[in-house]
């Protein structure tokens, strides 16, 4: 270190040209490119003249002859437990603190020396701000959120400390015996650092401790926690919610939660927080945890933990199939969910000859690529019967060629667990119904009677005749449906998408003319009109809108700016507004 | 949200990707129907765009029939759904509501509030992690709040929203708010609730005040909108990550002969390929070779995640074991003190056995005490013998056999646990695991070098039960006792235990309730296992009136060691035999609970043995069994 002093001569003699040429009047980029020292170190040395005059210009010899400033061996205990404890002054410790405090003692020593003796007493910490720098995971929180961060404690005159919480072991003294202690830190990026171990009845008084001296030290603080997520009990979260003078962050790696500042308000505290409301909305836009997961994330698991309950249970499984887009969801889901094993089920579609042309193809290409067995099964009395929606009207259409043929396609085949893709966001019964919805022997719903589902845990025991109803997308809604399908690329009926249609206007409703089976009423002829369909079904019974949508996102914005909700086009429900309810208490599913 | 809406129209891909990272957070709202509660949901529906015109059109309908706000439109009615609580103005079952802000998914589950349906409570708070709980300002903090409280911090909600509501009808005094408040904390910490972070908010749902904006009527309140602080809450998922790592195996994946994979759900916890880990309750070890999904191998997994492992190691794991990390395994046991909630009709006996689901293990449990039952409205303690429906209590239970599991305070996925009936199959209570018994980890079994099969030999006969169930008066010792006389003359080694000579010794302390009754026959039914496991035919004759107790007395033997033999005599002929005057005694009111007058008698479905007393004599019964057993190679 001593071969420095040659170095330390030269450099003060630039330093002192340096700031020779800015009083002067020469511009700070001049004088740096004549003396070859960089911008701030000339500030720092134009600065220390003005407070100091030459003398303070220079720097002082880095290092020292070994044993020089040292602090003699019996004082060096003293410190030690000095610094093991809380300082007398209502701050924590700081080297330069600890310093005055050895100085005190008799021994002449520098801040900078302290510093070695408080590494050699495993008091140090990391630099948490040169290490995030290197994190190759932290570089988009660096420069998006932390940015922020910075951005608003300087518009506050807040000053940033990096903080945490960790623990060294104490050599055995003559006094105690070895143990473990905690302590709190906080460090400036600039690479000021504080400490605080002393002996606290718990964390939440010590974190308190800590902080409250930091105040003292600083007035205004923003805080980037790295520290164990069990300090942020209900007193300290307190105890920050009537400081605001602390903006406290948490450090993205401690994983337990967001950087959102924690304003987890209590009860106590309930009101004049201006501070909050002023910020709420920064707030908001701050960093998510990259390790939460997003709601179709989550929404996504649910179903497939639904799915695999079901199947484990099930002796005899099988998945509805109608070919809407929740049935697309439901089928990508459950090849998720099984993968790399094929879903063990077959799909069963219960066909009331209505549907549209496109659906049929659409059917029988996925039953081709996924290589499930398709099970497709018609109400073949009530089709002989000639039941169709023109001449019987919607109700005894849907009572006989699906609700009768759905009973009919399950006790044919035995299943005892059918998969649907009923949510419960589509209509108000629904939100009631269960996950897994149990049927009598007869295929009917009770509402009043039905089994409590707690937790993720699933009863899947059932009486003789008794089947079940599952239903994995329960929890999903009509803009969830399309968020996935559009960050999946989920294939769907083209039917779904706007085009050139021919349709008629019926009650109301732009009835598409999918075939020659459709009687035209008196006056009626049919017009090419660019429509879409929000749901499927029998075509006679599905009202299209009109709709310039040709693609997935288009759909979205559509659903997003219109006011309508998705069922509003099937004529089912339209009976009364009690009337879904009604149906699958007969059965429907 | 006109800016919202504006991005919409103008760059649908941008709003997109930026909805994408959206969270989600369950939370509950918990109220007493005057409350205001579904005015609060329907207004943060309508506030947040979730309703569309024509369910408002459905509703502004209703409202002319069923509605209380006059004029304005009732949102209570766009919330309330099933049909009979439309016209009743009550909500009688849980329902979930789903709204979208720009910064979450939410999902709430809408309970009510009535003492009638705690078990509806408990439902929806098991999966919440927020509570929202309502008091009317006018009547401050009831019973019912206490009671709401409690059972979100039963149920382990970290995340507490006293909601004030209808300030507007108490001129939005901030006094009335402060006074509420502060009775509110001294509830909870005076009866030390685990709730970690509660706030209180002065709300009026009706004009939309403090809801998703401020309002002009409470100037003195300064803390966040409820809008704000749900989008700001932690979610549960990111608090799950720092646990230890949890795997429930849900099911073996074996599409073919190389690959055997275990799929579940992330419970807790984070792993990477190559990390060490052990399978419980078994205790095996090895390390993460895959983490399967169809979008590709991942490297790592994290809690609330559908995955598939496959392991270096070919071990035995299948459906109800856990995979934990090998540094924090989970633990295993077989009782276990538990809080449970009881859900059904049909009390709680203890001794009875129901099937526990917890995690995606399913054992059998009967509870061995109840310690004590919790008074929801005091919190008191109090003594119970039975629990009854919506009724909490901690109890001791045992299981058939070891499981994985954590405590519930430190994992809700696998410390919790629901209790099914094995007979109705319905879920029938709830519940969280407390601890691990010390003594099921200290009770072994002792190893015997001369077994039952070597005693049976000795005997030259199979031992096994013949358990007599009927009606009393049906014949039950008669027979049973001319069966164990043909027996020894043959020289076969029998013990007949009969109802009356057991209640004058081994269970003489035990009357005739239905608690009682099962406690009964459980210590018969284990003194007929260790007397079966002595080499004895053994003969029981007790009137055993329900099937889930012969269901239980039936699991504790091996399967062809138990037979039932159902001495069927019409309930007139017994009556009319009446052989110790008790059928009188309870038809005059004067013997209480006398099975076939005041108290039930449930037929065996499918009894080994069928004898008819009323046309066939007892000595040609007692033949018939003997027939039985010959042809079943007992004798």
Same mark, same amino acid.
């Given at each position: 270190?001593?071969?420095?002093?040659?170095?330390?001569?030269?450099?003060?003699?630039?330093?002192?040209?340096?700031?020779?040429?800015?009083?002067?009047?020469?511009?700070?980029?001049?004088?740096?490119?004549?003396?070859? %020292?960089?911008?701030?170190?000339?500030?720092?040395?134009?600065?220390?003249?003005?407070?100091?005059?030459?003398?303070?210009?220079?720097?002082?010899?880095?290092?020292?002859?070994?044993?020089?400033?040292?602090?003699?061996?019996?004082?060096?205990?003293?410190?030690?437990?000095?610094?093991?404890?809380?300082?007398?002054?209502?701050?924590?410790?700081?080297?330069?603190?600890?310093?005055?405090?050895?100085?005190?003692?008799?021994?002449?020593?520098?801040?900078?020396?302290?510093?070695? *003796?408080?590494?050699?007493?495993?008091?140090?910490?990391?630099?948490?701000?040169?290490?995030?720098?290197?994190?190759?995971?932290?570089?988009?929180?660096?420069?998006? #959120?932390?940015?922020?961060?910075?951005?608003?404690?300087?518009?506050?005159?807040?000053?940033?400390?990096?903080?945490?919480?960790?623990?060294?072991? %104490?050599?055995?003294?003559?006094?105690?015996?070895?143990?473990?202690?905690?302590?709190?830190?906080?460090?400036?990026?600039?690479?000021?650092?504080?400490?605080?171990?002393?002996?606290?009845?718990?964390?939440?008084?010590?974190?308190?401790?800590?902080?409250?001296?930091?105040?003292?030290?600083?007035?205004?603080?923003?805080?980037?926690?790295?520290?164990?997520?069990?300090?942020?009990?209900? !007193?300290?979260?307190?105890?920050?919610?009537?400081?605001?003078?602390?903006?406290?962050?948490?450090?993205?790696?401690?994983?337990?939660? !967001?950087?959102?500042?924690?304003?987890?308000?209590?009860?106590? *505290?309930?009101?004049?927080?201006?501070?909050?409301?002023?910020?709420?909305?920064?707030? =908001?836009?701050?960093?998510?945890?990259?390790?939460?997961?997003?709601?179709?994330?989550?929404?996504?698991?649910?179903?497939?933990?639904?799915?695999?309950?079901?199947?484990?249970?099930?002796?005899?499984?099988?998945?509805?199939?109608?070919?809407?887009?929740?049935?697309?969801?439901?089928?990508? %889901?459950?090849?998720?969910?099984?993968?790399?094993?094929?879903?063990?089920?077959?799909?069963?579609?219960?066909?009331?000859?209505?549907?549209?042309?496109?659906?049929?193809?659409?059917? #029988?290409?996925?039953?081709?690529?996924?290589?499930?067995?398709?099970?497709?099964?018609?109400?073949?009395?009530?089709?002989?019967?000639?039941?169709?929606?023109?001449?019987?009207?919607?109700?005894?259409?849907?009572?006989?060629?699906?609700?009768?043929?759905?009973?009919?396609?399950?006790?044919?085949?035995?299943?005892?667990?059918?998969?649907?893709?009923?949510?419960?966001?589509?209509?108000?019964?629904?939100?009631?119904?269960?996950?897994?919805?149990?049927?009598?022997?007869?295929?009917?719903? #009770?509402?009043?009677?039905?089994?409590?589902?707690?937790?993720?845990?699933?009863?899947?025991?059932?009486?003789?005749?008794?089947?079940?109803?599952?239903?994995?997308?329960?929890?999903?809604?009509?803009?969830?449906?399309?968020?996935?399908?559009?960050?999946?690329?989920?294939?769907?009926?083209?039917?779904?998408?706007?085009?050139?249609?021919?349709?008629?206007?019926?009650?109301?409703?732009?009835?598409?003319?999918?075939?020659?089976?459709?009687?035209?009423?008196?006056?009626?002829?049919?017009?090419?009109?660019?429509?879409?369909?929000?749901?499927?079904?029998?075509?006679?019974?599905?009202?299209?809108?009109?709709?310039?949508?040709?693609?997935?996102?288009?759909?979205?914005?559509?659903?997003?700016?219109?006011?309508?909700?998705?069922?509003?086009?099937?004529? &089912?429900?339209?009976?009364?507004?009690?009337?879904?309810?009604?149906?699958?208490?007969?059965?429907?599913? | 949200?006109?800016?919202?809406?504006?991005? &919409?129209?103008?760059?649908?891909?941008?709003?997109?990707?930026?909805?994408?990272?959206?969270?989600?957070?369950?939370?509950?709202?918990?109220?007493?129907?005057?409350?205001?509660?579904?005015?609060?949901?329907?207004?943060?529906?309508?506030?947040?765009?979730?309703?569309?015109?024509?369910?408002?059109?459905?509703? @502004?309908?209703?409202?002319?029939?069923?509605?209380?706000?006059?004029?304005?439109?009732?949102?209570?009615?766009?919330?309330?759904?099933?049909?009979? @609580?439309?016209?009743?103005?009550?909500? &009688? #079952?849980?329902?979930?509501?789903?709204?979208?802000?720009?910064?979450?998914?939410?999902?709430?589950?809408?309970?009510?509030?009535?003492?009638?349906?705690? =078990?509806?409570?408990?439902?929806?708070?098991?999966?919440?992690?927020?509570?929202?709980?309502?008091?009317?300002?006018?009547?401050?903090?009831?019973?019912?709040?206490?009671?709401?409280?409690?059972?979100?911090?039963?149920?382990?909600?970290?995340?507490?929203?006293?909601?004030?509501?209808?300030?507007?009808?108490?001129?939005?005094?901030?006094?009335?708010?402060?006074?509420?408040?502060?009775?509110?904390?001294?509830?909870?910490?005076?009866?030390?609730?685990?709730?970690?972070?509660?706030?209180?908010?002065?709300?009026?749902?009706?004009?939309?005040?403090?809801?998703?904006?401020?309002?002009?009527?409470?100037?003195?309140?300064?803390?966040?909108?409820?809008?704000?602080?749900?989008?700001?809450?932690?979610?549960?998922?990111?608090?799950?990550?720092?646990?230890? /790592?949890?795997?429930?195996?849900?099911?073996?994946?074996?599409?073919?002969?190389?690959?055997?994979?275990?799929?579940?759900?992330?419970?807790?916890?984070?792993?990477?390929?190559?990390?060490?880990? =052990?399978?419980?309750?078994?205790?095996?070890?090895?390390?993460?070779?895959?983490?399967?999904?169809?979008?590709?191998?991942?490297?790592?997994?994290?809690?609330?995640?559908?995955?598939?492992?496959?392991?270096?190691?070919?071990?035995?794991?299948?459906?109800?074991?856990?995979?934990?990390?090998?540094?924090?395994?989970?633990?295993?046991?077989?009782?276990?003190?538990?809080?449970?909630?009881?859900?059904?009709?049909?009390?709680?006996?203890?001794?009875?056995?129901?099937?526990?689901?917890?995690?995606?293990?399913?054992?059998?449990?009967?509870?061995?005490?109840?310690?004590?039952?919790?008074?929801?409205?005091?919190?008191?303690?109090?003594?119970?013998?039975?629990?009854?429906?919506?009724?909490?209590?901690?109890?001791?239970?045992?299981?058939?056999?070891?499981?994985?599991?954590?405590?519930?305070?430190?994992?809700?996925?696998?410390?919790?646990?629901?209790?099914?009936?094995?007979?109705?199959?319905?879920?029938?209570?709830?519940?969280?695991?407390? /601890? !691990?018994?010390?003594?099921?980890?200290?009770?072994?079994?002792?190893?015997?070098?001369?077994?039952?099969?070597?005693?049976?030999?000795?005997?030259?006969?199979?031992?096994?039960?013949?358990?007599?169930?009927?009606?009393?008066?049906?014949?039950?010792?008669?027979?049973?006792?001319?069966?164990?006389?043909?027996?020894?003359?043959?020289?076969?080694?029998?013990?007949?235990?009969?109802?009356?000579?057991?209640?004058?010794?081994?269970?003489?302390?035990?009357?005739?309730?239905?608690?009682?009754?099962?406690?009964?026959?459980?210590?018969?039914?284990?003194?007929? =296992?260790?007397?079966?496991?002595?080499?004895?035919?053994?003969?029981?004759?007790?009137?055993?009136?329900?099937?889930?107790?012969?269901?239980?007395?039936?699991?504790?033997?091996?399967?062809?060691?138990?037979?039932?033999? *159902?001495?069927?005599?019409?309930?007139?002929?017994?009556?009319?035999?009446?052989?110790?005057?008790?059928?009188?005694?309870?038809?005059?009111?004067?013997?209480?609970?006398?099975?076939?007058?005041?108290?039930?008698?449930?037929?065996?479905?499918?009894?080994?043995?069928?004898?008819?007393?009323?046309?066939?004599?007892?000595?040609?019964?007692?033949?018939?069994?003997?027939?039985?057993?010959?042809?079943?190679?007992?004798?």
């Amino acid at each position: 270190m001593n071969t420095g002093s040659t170095d330390t001569i030269a450099l003060n003699e630039r330093r002192r040209l340096a700031v020779k040429l800015r009083l002067e009047g020469r511009k700070l980029k001049e004088v740096s490119e004549l003396v070859d %020292l960089s911008s701030p170190t000339i500030i720092t040395a134009h600065k220390q003249f003005l407070k100091g005059g030459w003398e303070a210009v220079d720097v002082k010899p880095r290092g020292r002859p070994s044993g020089e400033r040292s602090v003699p061996e019996d004082l060096l205990e003293t410190l030690s437990s000095k610094a093991f404890a809380r300082p007398e002054q209502n701050v924590p410790w700081s080297f330069s603190l600890l310093a005055d405090q050895a100085k005190k003692l008799g021994a002449d020593t520098s801040a900078r020396t302290i510093g070695k *003796y408080v590494e050699q007493w495993n008091l140090g910490a990391d630099n948490l701000y040169k290490s995030a720098k290197s994190s190759d995971e932290l570089t988009d929180w660096l420069t998006n #959120d932390y940015k922020k961060i910075t951005e608003t404690a300087r518009k506050q005159d807040s000053t940033i400390f990096w903080a945490g919480l960790t623990t060294c072991t %104490l050599a055995k003294t003559k006094t105690t015996d070895k143990q473990i202690k905690k302590y709190l830190y906080a460090h400036t990026t600039k690479g000021q650092y504080l400490w605080l171990a002393a002996d606290h009845n718990n964390d939440a008084e010590h974190f308190i401790d800590f902080f409250g001296r930091l105040l003292n030290h600083k007035p205004k603080l923003t805080v980037i926690w790295h520290g164990h997520d069990p300090m942020l009990t209900p !007193a300290t979260k307190d105890w920050l919610n009537n400081h605001v003078q602390i903006n406290f962050y948490q450090h993205p790696q401690t994983i337990m939660n !967001a950087t959102q500042k924690i304003r987890t308000k209590s009860t106590a *505290y309930a009101t004049n927080d201006q501070h909050i409301d002023t910020q709420a909305a920064d707030e =908001r836009q701050t960093i998510k945890n990259p390790m939460t997961l997003t709601h179709l994330q989550r929404l996504e698991a649910e179903s497939i933990h639904i799915m695999r309950e079901a199947v484990a249970a099930a002796v005899k499984p099988a998945m509805l199939y109608s070919l809407g887009k929740d049935s697309s969801v439901m089928l990508h %889901l459950a090849q998720k969910a099984f993968y790399p094993a094929k879903p063990p089920f077959p799909l069963v579609h219960v066909d009331t000859g209505w549907k549209f042309q496109a659906m049929y193809e659409f059917r #029988d290409k996925v039953a081709k690529e996924t290589g499930l067995q398709l099970i497709v099964h018609k109400n073949i009395a009530g089709i002989d019967k000639g039941v169709n929606p023109f001449t019987h009207g919607s109700s005894i259409h849907t009572d006989i060629l699906k609700t009768e043929a759905l009973k009919q396609a399950l006790d044919k085949h035995g299943f005892d667990i059918t998969f649907g893709g009923a949510r419960r966001d589509e209509e108000k019964s629904r939100a009631k119904e269960r996950i897994l919805s149990f049927r009598n022997e007869q295929h009917r719903w #009770d509402p009043k009677n039905q089994r409590p589902e707690l937790w993720n845990l699933y009863n899947t025991s059932t009486s003789p005749g008794e089947s079940i109803r599952a239903f994995p997308l329960s929890n999903w809604t009509e803009l969830d449906i399309w968020q996935y399908i559009n960050q999946e690329n989920i294939p769907v009926v083209p039917l779904y998408f706007a085009a050139e249609r021919p349709v008629v206007l019926r009650d109301g409703a732009w009835i598409m003319v999918d075939d020659d089976r459709m009687p035209m009423n008196k006056g009626e002829t049919p017009i090419m009109k660019q429509v879409r369909f929000r749901t499927l079904g029998c075509y006679p019974l599905t009202g299209a809108v009109e709709s310039e949508a040709t693609t997935v996102q288009d759909v979205i914005k559509e659903m997003l700016l219109s006011n309508n909700s998705e069922r509003q086009g099937r004529m &089912i429900d339209h009976d009364s507004s009690a009337s879904m309810e009604k149906k699958k208490q007969e059965g429907y599913f | 949200m006109a800016t919202t809406k504006e991005l &919409i129209k103008n760059d649908i891909a941008k709003y997109l990707s930026q909805h994408e990272t959206k969270d989600m957070l369950q939370l509950i709202t918990c109220g007493s129907v005057d409350d205001g509660k579904s005015t609060l949901i329907g207004r943060l529906l309508h506030e947040s765009q979730a309703l569309t015109e024509d369910q408002l059109e459905n509703a @502004e309908t209703d409202s002319i029939k069923h509605g209380t706000q006059g004029d304005s439109l009732d949102f209570a009615l766009l919330v309330d759904g099933l049909a009979a @609580e439309r016209e009743q103005g009550i909500t &009688i #079952d849980v329902a979930y509501r789903y709204f979208n802000t720009d910064q979450r998914k939410f999902i709430i589950a809408d309970c009510p509030g009535h003492e009638q349906y705690t =078990r509806n409570m408990i439902t929806g708070a098991s999966t919440a992690e927020a509570a929202i709980i309502l008091v009317d300002a006018r009547k401050g903090i009831q019973t019912q709040t206490r009671r709401h409280t409690y059972l979100a911090s039963l149920m382990g909600i970290r995340n507490v929203v006293l909601a004030v509501n209808k300030m507007d009808l108490v001129s939005y005094a901030e006094d009335t708010f402060n006074k509420i408040v502060e009775e509110f904390n001294e509830f909870t910490q005076s009866e030390q609730l685990e709730i970690e972070s509660s706030t209180a908010i002065p709300l009026s749902a009706l004009n939309g005040d403090n809801l998703t904006a401020r309002g002009t009527n409470m100037p003195w309140y300064h803390g966040s909108t409820l809008l704000s602080l749900l989008e700001t809450m932690k979610v549960d998922q990111e608090i799950a990550l720092n646990k230890p /790592f949890r795997l429930p195996v849900q099911w073996v994946n074996r599409p073919n002969l190389d690959f055997r994979g275990f799929a579940g759900t992330v419970a807790s916890g984070t792993i990477k390929t190559g990390d060490q880990v =052990r399978v419980q309750p078994s205790g095996k070890t090895s390390s993460i070779e895959r983490i399967v999904t169809k979008d590709g191998d991942l490297d790592r997994a994290i809690a609330g995640q559908a995955i598939t492992l496959t392991l270096k190691d070919e071990i035995d794991i299948s459906r109800g074991d856990i995979i934990s990390t090998t540094e924090t395994p989970a633990s295993s046991a077989n009782q276990f003190e538990s809080t449970i909630v009881w859900m059904n009709e049909e009390p709680l006996l203890p001794g009875r056995q129901y099937l526990l689901k917890c995690g995606t293990s399913t054992s059998t449990a009967t509870i061995t005490d109840i310690k004590h039952e919790i008074n929801v409205d005091t919190l008191e303690q109090i003594a119970a013998k039975t629990l009854e429906i919506n009724n909490i209590g901690n109890c001791n239970i045992n299981l058939d056999r070891q499981i994985a599991f954590d405590n519930y305070e430190d994992n809700r996925a696998t410390g919790s646990f629901i209790l099914v009936d094995r007979v109705t199959n319905e879920t029938v209570g709830a519940g969280t695991l407390n /601890f !691990a018994l010390r003594r099921s980890q200290n009770i072994h079994m002792q190893a015997v070098d001369v077994d039952k099969g070597l005693r049976s030999e000795l005997k030259e006969q199979k031992s096994c039960v013949l358990w007599f169930t009927g009606l009393s008066g049906s014949g039950k010792s008669t027979i049973a006792n001319i069966v164990e006389a043909k027996l020894a003359k043959e020289g076969r080694h029998t013990y007949l235990l009969d109802g009356d000579n057991v209640r004058h010794g081994l269970n003489k302390d035990l009357g005739f309730t239905d608690e009682d009754r099962v406690e009964n026959i459980r210590r018969i039914g284990e003194v007929a =296992r260790l007397m079966v496991d002595s080499g004895l035919i053994v003969l029981t004759a007790f009137i055993s009136p329900f099937r889930a107790e012969r269901q239980m007395a039936r699991a504790l033997l091996e399967e062809d060691e138990f037979m039932e033999v *159902y001495v069927e005599t019409p309930l007139a002929v017994a009556e009319q035999r009446d052989p110790k005057g008790l059928y009188k005694k309870a038809r005059s009111g004067d013997l209480k609970n006398f099975t076939g007058i005041d108290s039930p008698y449930e037929q065996p479905e499918n009894p080994e043995m069928l004898v008819d007393t009323s046309s066939n004599s007892a000595e040609q019964c007692a033949e018939q069994i003997i027939r039985t057993l010959r042809e079943r190679g007992v004798i």
